[in-house]
Protein backbone atom coordinates (compact mmCIF):
# COMPACT_ATOMS: atom_id res chain seq x y z
CA UNK A 1 0.00 0.00 0.00
CA UNK A 2 0.92 3.30 -1.13
CA UNK A 3 0.88 5.76 1.68
CA UNK A 4 0.18 9.37 -0.43
CA UNK A 5 -0.64 11.79 2.81
CA UNK A 6 2.26 11.94 5.98
CA UNK A 7 0.84 9.71 8.89
CA UNK A 8 0.80 12.74 11.03
CA UNK A 9 -1.23 14.98 8.69
CA UNK A 10 -4.25 12.80 9.63
CA UNK A 11 -7.15 13.79 11.94
CA UNK A 12 -9.65 11.09 13.19
CA UNK A 13 -12.61 13.20 13.50
CA UNK A 14 -15.03 11.87 15.47
CA UNK A 15 -18.95 11.84 14.53
CA UNK A 16 -21.01 14.43 15.97
CA UNK A 17 -23.36 12.83 17.78
CA UNK A 18 -26.69 13.79 15.67
CA UNK A 19 -25.34 11.96 12.90
CA UNK A 20 -26.01 8.11 13.12
CA UNK A 21 -22.94 6.09 13.74
CA UNK A 22 -23.77 3.63 11.02
CA UNK A 23 -22.67 6.72 8.18
CA UNK A 24 -19.41 5.86 9.48
CA UNK A 25 -19.06 2.66 9.60
CA UNK A 26 -18.76 -0.31 7.23
CA UNK A 27 -20.40 -3.64 7.39
CA UNK A 28 -17.34 -5.25 8.32
CA UNK A 29 -16.75 -2.74 11.26
CA UNK A 30 -14.38 -0.57 9.44
CA UNK A 31 -14.61 2.96 10.02
CA UNK A 32 -14.90 5.64 6.98
CA UNK A 33 -13.80 8.84 7.63
CA UNK A 34 -12.74 11.05 4.25
CA UNK A 35 -10.27 9.34 2.82
CA UNK A 36 -9.34 7.33 6.14
CA UNK A 37 -10.41 3.64 6.85
CA UNK A 38 -9.79 1.75 9.76
CA UNK A 39 -10.20 -1.34 11.71
CA UNK A 40 -9.43 -4.70 13.20
CA UNK A 41 -6.55 -5.26 10.27
CA UNK A 42 -5.57 -1.68 10.15
CA UNK A 43 -5.36 1.66 8.83
CA UNK A 44 -5.84 2.11 5.21
CA UNK A 45 -5.78 5.20 2.55
CA UNK A 46 -8.34 5.44 0.13
CA UNK A 47 -6.95 6.47 -3.18
CA UNK A 48 -7.48 10.29 -4.09
CA UNK A 49 -7.50 9.66 -8.07
CA UNK A 50 -11.57 10.17 -8.76
CA UNK A 51 -11.39 7.17 -11.37
CA UNK A 52 -14.79 7.09 -13.52
CA UNK A 53 -16.22 4.33 -12.48
CA UNK A 54 -19.70 3.58 -11.52
CA UNK A 55 -18.66 3.00 -7.81
CA UNK A 56 -21.82 3.00 -5.70
CA UNK A 57 -19.98 4.50 -2.90
CA UNK A 58 -16.13 6.13 -1.99
CA UNK A 59 -15.34 2.98 -0.57
CA UNK A 60 -15.08 1.75 -4.35
CA UNK A 61 -12.26 3.82 -4.79
CA UNK A 62 -9.33 3.03 -3.13
CA UNK A 63 -6.55 0.70 -4.87
CA UNK A 64 -8.04 -3.49 -4.96
CA UNK A 65 -5.72 -6.43 -4.39
CA UNK A 66 -6.61 -10.05 -4.73
CA UNK A 67 -4.93 -10.41 -1.37
CA UNK A 68 -8.01 -8.09 0.30
CA UNK A 69 -10.65 -10.80 -0.77
CA UNK A 70 -11.51 -13.47 1.46
CA UNK A 71 -13.91 -16.21 -0.35
CA UNK A 72 -17.50 -17.08 0.79
CA UNK A 73 -18.85 -19.78 -1.57
CA UNK A 74 -18.75 -20.47 -5.44
CA UNK A 75 -21.63 -19.58 -6.79
CA UNK A 76 -20.82 -20.80 -10.55
CA UNK A 77 -18.49 -22.61 -13.07
CA UNK A 78 -18.12 -21.55 -16.47
CA UNK A 79 -16.39 -23.12 -19.15
CA UNK A 80 -13.51 -20.68 -18.82
CA UNK A 81 -13.32 -20.52 -15.05
CA UNK A 82 -14.98 -20.20 -11.49
CA UNK A 83 -16.87 -17.90 -9.86
CA UNK A 84 -17.03 -17.04 -6.41
CA UNK A 85 -18.70 -14.85 -3.90
CA UNK A 86 -15.98 -12.63 -1.81
CA UNK A 87 -16.04 -10.07 0.81
CA UNK A 88 -13.60 -7.70 0.52
CA UNK A 89 -12.19 -7.55 3.98
CA UNK A 90 -12.14 -3.79 4.56
CA UNK A 91 -15.08 -2.69 3.50
CA UNK A 92 -17.07 -5.98 3.77
CA UNK A 93 -18.59 -5.54 0.59
CA UNK A 94 -19.53 -8.44 -1.39
CA UNK A 95 -18.18 -9.07 -4.92
CA UNK A 96 -18.16 -11.82 -7.27
CA UNK A 97 -15.30 -13.00 -8.44
CA UNK A 98 -14.78 -14.33 -11.62
CA UNK A 99 -11.27 -16.65 -11.98
CA UNK A 100 -10.25 -17.00 -16.09
CA UNK A 101 -7.23 -19.37 -16.19
CA UNK A 102 -5.32 -18.63 -19.24
CA UNK A 103 -2.07 -19.31 -20.53
CA UNK A 104 -1.09 -16.82 -22.84
CA UNK A 105 1.91 -15.16 -24.28
CA UNK A 106 2.60 -11.70 -22.79
CA UNK A 107 1.94 -9.38 -25.40
CA UNK A 108 -1.60 -11.07 -25.64
CA UNK A 109 -2.08 -10.60 -22.36
CA UNK A 110 -1.11 -6.82 -21.95
CA UNK A 111 -4.15 -6.25 -24.94
CA UNK A 112 -6.54 -7.94 -22.85
CA UNK A 113 -5.72 -5.97 -19.80
CA UNK A 114 -5.93 -3.02 -21.74
CA UNK A 115 -9.58 -4.53 -23.21
CA UNK A 116 -10.48 -4.57 -19.22
CA UNK A 117 -9.24 -1.47 -18.36
CA UNK A 118 -11.41 0.44 -21.37
CA UNK A 119 -13.88 -2.01 -19.94
CA UNK A 120 -13.68 -1.31 -16.50
CA UNK A 121 -15.23 2.27 -17.51
CA UNK A 122 -18.69 0.70 -18.14
CA UNK A 123 -21.39 2.89 -17.14
CA UNK A 124 -24.96 1.67 -17.94
CA UNK A 125 -27.40 0.34 -14.62
CA UNK A 126 -27.92 -3.03 -16.80
CA UNK A 127 -24.58 -4.10 -17.60
CA UNK A 128 -22.04 -5.64 -14.87
CA UNK A 129 -19.67 -3.68 -13.38
CA UNK A 130 -16.44 -4.78 -13.92
CA UNK A 131 -14.42 -3.42 -10.95
CA UNK A 132 -11.04 -4.48 -11.32
CA UNK A 133 -8.54 -7.15 -13.29
CA UNK A 134 -5.66 -9.06 -12.08
CA UNK A 135 -3.30 -11.45 -14.27
CA UNK A 136 -1.68 -13.71 -11.72
CA UNK A 137 -0.49 -17.19 -12.03
CA UNK A 138 -1.67 -17.65 -15.25
CA UNK A 139 -4.92 -16.40 -14.75
CA UNK A 140 -7.14 -13.94 -15.19
CA UNK A 141 -9.18 -12.25 -12.33
CA UNK A 142 -12.12 -9.99 -12.61
CA UNK A 143 -13.95 -8.28 -9.57
CA UNK A 144 -17.35 -8.14 -10.87
CA UNK A 145 -20.42 -6.63 -9.01
CA UNK A 146 -22.15 -9.37 -7.23
CA UNK A 147 -25.48 -10.35 -8.62
CA UNK A 148 -27.31 -12.01 -6.02
CA UNK A 149 -29.74 -13.99 -7.72
CA UNK A 150 -27.75 -15.18 -9.82
CA UNK A 151 -28.35 -15.84 -13.74
CA UNK A 152 -31.70 -15.70 -16.17
CA UNK A 153 -30.79 -19.69 -16.39
CA UNK A 154 -30.87 -20.27 -12.60
CA UNK A 155 -34.52 -18.71 -12.92
CA UNK A 156 -35.87 -20.80 -15.64
CA UNK A 157 -34.51 -23.95 -13.94
CA UNK A 158 -36.62 -23.36 -10.85
CA UNK A 159 -39.98 -21.18 -12.65
CA UNK A 160 -40.25 -23.01 -16.14
CA UNK A 161 -41.24 -20.84 -17.93
CA UNK A 162 -41.60 -16.62 -17.13
CA UNK A 163 -44.23 -15.29 -17.93
CA UNK A 164 -45.18 -11.89 -20.60
CA UNK A 165 -45.24 -8.96 -17.94
CA UNK A 166 -42.20 -10.30 -16.48
CA UNK A 167 -40.56 -10.86 -19.51
CA UNK A 168 -41.11 -7.86 -20.69
CA UNK A 169 -39.57 -6.48 -17.74
CA UNK A 170 -36.22 -8.33 -18.33
CA UNK A 171 -36.27 -7.93 -22.35
CA UNK A 172 -36.29 -3.71 -21.62
CA UNK A 173 -33.52 -3.70 -19.26
CA UNK A 174 -31.15 -6.41 -21.65
CA UNK A 175 -32.38 -4.30 -24.57
CA UNK A 176 -31.18 -0.95 -22.36
CA UNK A 177 -27.60 -3.04 -21.72
CA UNK A 178 -27.67 -3.62 -25.77
CA UNK A 179 -28.10 0.03 -26.70
CA UNK A 180 -25.22 0.83 -24.29
CA UNK A 181 -23.06 -1.62 -25.87
CA UNK A 182 -24.23 -1.30 -29.21
CA UNK A 183 -24.44 2.59 -29.70
CA UNK A 184 -22.37 3.78 -27.24
CA UNK A 185 -19.45 1.38 -26.81
CA UNK A 186 -19.51 -0.15 -30.58
CA UNK A 187 -19.23 -3.47 -28.98
CA UNK A 188 -21.22 -6.74 -30.27
CA UNK A 189 -21.63 -8.99 -26.78
CA UNK A 190 -21.35 -12.19 -28.96
CA UNK A 191 -22.43 -14.38 -26.16
CA UNK A 192 -26.12 -13.15 -25.16
CA UNK A 193 -27.31 -16.79 -23.18
CA UNK A 194 -29.29 -17.13 -20.15
CA UNK A 195 -26.15 -17.90 -18.08
CA UNK A 196 -24.70 -14.10 -19.26
CA UNK A 197 -28.25 -12.30 -17.43
CA UNK A 198 -27.52 -11.73 -14.30
CA UNK A 199 -30.47 -10.80 -11.80
CA UNK A 200 -31.11 -9.62 -8.39
CA UNK A 201 -33.07 -9.19 -5.23
CA UNK A 202 -34.45 -5.59 -6.82
CA UNK A 203 -35.18 -7.27 -9.93
CA UNK A 204 -32.22 -5.72 -11.86
CA UNK A 205 -30.98 -7.28 -15.30
CA UNK A 206 -27.74 -7.21 -16.21
CA UNK A 207 -25.63 -8.01 -19.02
CA UNK A 208 -22.41 -9.89 -17.88
CA UNK A 209 -19.28 -11.14 -19.82
CA UNK A 210 -19.48 -8.19 -22.09
CA UNK A 211 -15.81 -7.48 -23.24
CA UNK A 212 -14.54 -11.11 -21.81
CA UNK A 213 -16.04 -12.94 -24.66
CA UNK A 214 -15.86 -10.02 -27.19
CA UNK A 215 -12.31 -9.55 -26.17
CA UNK A 216 -11.06 -13.21 -26.35
CA UNK A 217 -13.14 -13.61 -29.44
CA UNK A 218 -10.99 -10.37 -31.12
CA UNK A 219 -7.84 -10.92 -29.96
CA UNK A 220 -7.41 -15.00 -30.64
CA UNK A 221 -9.56 -15.01 -33.42
CA UNK A 222 -13.42 -15.81 -33.22
CA UNK A 223 -13.70 -19.63 -33.70
CA UNK A 224 -10.77 -20.95 -32.18
CA UNK A 225 -11.40 -19.99 -28.88
CA UNK A 226 -15.08 -19.99 -28.99
CA UNK A 227 -15.92 -22.64 -25.57
CA UNK A 228 -19.44 -21.77 -24.91
CA UNK A 229 -22.84 -22.83 -26.11
CA UNK A 230 -23.60 -22.12 -29.55
CA UNK A 231 -27.24 -22.67 -28.71
CA UNK A 232 -28.36 -19.07 -28.99
CA UNK A 233 -25.57 -18.31 -32.02
CA UNK A 234 -26.92 -16.46 -34.83
CA UNK A 235 -27.33 -18.66 -38.61
CA UNK A 236 -24.16 -16.12 -39.76
CA UNK A 237 -22.47 -16.82 -36.87
CA UNK A 238 -22.62 -20.48 -36.71
CA UNK A 239 -21.81 -20.55 -39.43
CA UNK A 240 -18.71 -18.39 -39.91
CA UNK A 241 -19.91 -15.56 -42.28
CA UNK A 242 -19.57 -12.12 -40.94
CA UNK A 243 -21.68 -10.80 -38.21
CA UNK A 244 -23.12 -7.30 -36.69
CA UNK A 245 -24.56 -6.20 -34.08
CA UNK A 246 -27.73 -7.77 -35.13
CA UNK A 247 -26.29 -11.19 -33.83
CA UNK A 248 -27.05 -10.20 -30.56
CA UNK A 249 -30.77 -9.44 -31.16
CA UNK A 250 -31.36 -13.05 -32.53
CA UNK A 251 -29.57 -14.44 -29.66
CA UNK A 252 -31.91 -12.32 -27.36
CA UNK A 253 -35.03 -13.25 -28.97
CA UNK A 254 -33.84 -17.03 -28.66
CA UNK A 255 -33.68 -16.52 -24.47
CA UNK A 256 -36.73 -14.95 -24.72
CA UNK A 257 -39.15 -17.25 -26.72
CA UNK A 258 -37.16 -20.14 -24.59
CA UNK A 259 -38.13 -18.41 -21.37
CA UNK A 260 -41.50 -18.41 -22.38
CA UNK A 261 -42.10 -21.63 -23.91
CA UNK A 262 -40.22 -23.38 -21.17
CA UNK A 263 -37.72 -25.43 -23.10
CA UNK A 264 -34.73 -24.36 -26.01
CA UNK A 265 -36.80 -23.34 -29.44
CA UNK A 266 -34.60 -26.21 -31.39
CA UNK A 267 -35.31 -28.99 -28.91
CA UNK A 268 -37.95 -31.20 -30.06
CA UNK A 269 -41.18 -30.59 -27.54
CA UNK A 270 -41.54 -34.41 -27.06
CA UNK A 271 -38.07 -34.66 -26.37
CA UNK A 272 -36.82 -32.10 -23.43
CA UNK A 273 -33.88 -33.86 -22.77
CA UNK A 274 -31.89 -34.50 -25.43
CA UNK A 275 -29.49 -31.61 -26.68
CA UNK A 276 -28.89 -31.51 -30.37
CA UNK A 277 -24.82 -32.01 -31.14
CA UNK A 278 -23.59 -28.93 -32.96
CA UNK A 279 -23.85 -30.43 -36.42
CA UNK A 280 -27.62 -30.81 -35.67
CA UNK A 281 -27.79 -27.37 -34.29
CA UNK A 282 -25.98 -25.79 -37.19
CA UNK A 283 -28.37 -27.80 -39.87
CA UNK A 284 -31.43 -26.46 -37.49
CA UNK A 285 -30.36 -22.69 -37.33
CA UNK A 286 -29.05 -22.32 -40.71
CA UNK A 287 -31.76 -24.45 -42.52
CA UNK A 288 -35.35 -24.74 -40.77
CA UNK A 289 -37.54 -22.06 -40.67
CA UNK A 290 -36.19 -19.64 -37.57
CA UNK A 291 -38.39 -20.77 -34.38
CA UNK A 292 -41.56 -18.51 -33.35
CA UNK A 293 -44.06 -18.14 -30.58
CA UNK A 294 -47.13 -20.29 -31.04
CA UNK A 295 -49.99 -17.31 -31.63
CA UNK A 296 -52.16 -19.30 -29.75
CA UNK A 297 -50.45 -18.92 -26.52
CA UNK A 298 -48.87 -15.85 -26.15
CA UNK A 299 -50.34 -11.96 -27.40
CA UNK A 300 -49.92 -10.80 -30.73
CA UNK A 301 -47.51 -8.35 -29.19
CA UNK A 302 -45.70 -11.19 -27.44
CA UNK A 303 -45.26 -12.70 -31.21
CA UNK A 304 -44.43 -9.79 -32.79
CA UNK A 305 -41.44 -9.27 -30.31
CA UNK A 306 -39.75 -12.48 -31.37
CA UNK A 307 -40.19 -12.71 -34.49
CA UNK A 308 -38.48 -8.90 -35.06
CA UNK A 309 -35.70 -10.55 -33.47
CA UNK A 310 -35.66 -13.79 -35.09
CA UNK A 311 -34.51 -13.27 -38.26
CA UNK A 312 -32.55 -15.84 -40.17
CA UNK A 313 -31.81 -12.63 -42.69
CA UNK A 314 -29.47 -10.08 -40.23
CA UNK A 315 -31.08 -7.27 -42.08
CA UNK A 316 -34.28 -8.11 -40.89
CA UNK A 317 -34.22 -8.01 -37.38
CA UNK A 318 -34.98 -4.87 -35.74
CA UNK A 319 -31.80 -3.37 -33.70
CA UNK A 320 -31.80 -2.82 -30.30
CA UNK A 321 -33.07 1.33 -30.05
CA UNK A 322 -36.11 -0.31 -32.01
CA UNK A 323 -37.28 -3.08 -29.77
CA UNK A 324 -37.25 -0.29 -26.85
CA UNK A 325 -40.04 1.33 -27.90
CA UNK A 326 -41.87 -2.02 -29.62
CA UNK A 327 -45.84 -2.34 -28.82
CA UNK A 328 -44.50 -5.53 -26.46
CA UNK A 329 -41.94 -3.60 -24.11
CA UNK A 330 -44.54 -0.40 -24.27
CA UNK A 331 -47.56 -2.55 -23.25
CA UNK A 332 -46.36 -3.83 -19.65
CA UNK A 333 -44.12 0.00 -18.77
CA UNK A 334 -46.31 1.90 -16.64
CA UNK A 335 -47.87 -1.40 -15.20
CA UNK A 336 -45.21 -1.18 -12.01
CA UNK A 337 -44.50 -4.77 -12.69
CA UNK A 338 -41.83 -6.16 -9.67
CA UNK A 339 -39.40 -8.69 -11.24
CA UNK A 340 -38.25 -8.25 -7.54
CA UNK A 341 -41.19 -10.02 -6.55
CA UNK A 342 -40.38 -12.83 -8.98
CA UNK A 343 -36.81 -13.90 -8.11
CA UNK A 344 -37.77 -12.86 -4.66
CA UNK A 345 -39.78 -16.15 -4.30
CA UNK A 346 -37.32 -18.20 -5.37
CA UNK A 347 -35.00 -20.73 -3.60
CA UNK A 348 -31.12 -19.02 -3.80
CA UNK A 349 -29.25 -19.87 -6.73
CA UNK A 350 -27.22 -23.21 -6.15
CA UNK A 351 -23.83 -24.26 -7.61
CA UNK A 352 -25.55 -26.76 -10.78
CA UNK A 353 -22.97 -29.16 -11.64
CA UNK A 354 -22.40 -28.59 -15.59
P1 LIG B 1 -19.81 -20.21 -20.16
O1 LIG B 1 -18.51 -20.20 -19.45
O2 LIG B 1 -20.01 -21.44 -20.95
O3 LIG B 1 -20.06 -18.97 -20.94
P2 LIG B 1 -21.40 -19.33 -17.91
O4 LIG B 1 -21.80 -17.99 -18.44
O5 LIG B 1 -22.44 -20.04 -17.07
O6 LIG B 1 -20.99 -20.31 -19.07
P3 LIG B 1 -19.54 -18.03 -16.16
O7 LIG B 1 -19.64 -16.73 -16.89
O8 LIG B 1 -18.22 -18.46 -15.68
O9 LIG B 1 -20.07 -19.21 -17.07
O10 LIG B 1 -20.57 -17.95 -14.95
C1 LIG B 1 -20.89 -19.09 -14.20
C2 LIG B 1 -22.07 -18.80 -13.31
O11 LIG B 1 -21.65 -17.95 -12.26
C3 LIG B 1 -23.22 -18.05 -13.98
O12 LIG B 1 -24.11 -18.94 -14.59
C4 LIG B 1 -23.86 -17.31 -12.82
O13 LIG B 1 -24.81 -18.16 -12.20
C5 LIG B 1 -22.69 -17.09 -11.87
N1 LIG B 1 -22.20 -15.70 -11.97
C6 LIG B 1 -21.39 -15.20 -12.92
N2 LIG B 1 -21.12 -13.89 -12.70
C7 LIG B 1 -21.79 -13.57 -11.57
C8 LIG B 1 -21.94 -12.35 -10.82
N3 LIG B 1 -21.35 -11.22 -11.21
N4 LIG B 1 -22.73 -12.37 -9.73
C9 LIG B 1 -23.33 -13.52 -9.34
N5 LIG B 1 -23.24 -14.69 -10.00
C10 LIG B 1 -22.48 -14.72 -11.10
MG1 LIG C 1 -20.96 -16.09 -18.27
New binding site residues.
Given amino acids: MKIKTPLKQLKLSVPAQETPITSFLTASGTFHDGDLLLNLKGLRLISEEKESRPADSKELEFEFSLEDFETIKV?????????Q?VRHKWIGKL??L?V?QMNIQEDIRKQIVQELKINQAAQCSNV?VCYHSFYHNEAFSLV?????R??L??VIRQVKTILEPYLAVVCKQVLQGLVYLHYERHVIHR?I?P??L?VNHKGEVKI??FG??AMLASTMGQRDTF???YNYMSPERISGSTYDYSCDIWSLGMVVLECAIGRFPYMQSEDHQTWPSFYELLEAIVESPSPSAPADQFSPEFCSFVSACIQKNPRDRSSSLDLLSHPFIKKFEDKDIDLGILVGSLEP?VNFP?
Fill in positions: VGKGSGGVVLFAKIVLEYMDGSADDKSNLTDVSVGTPR
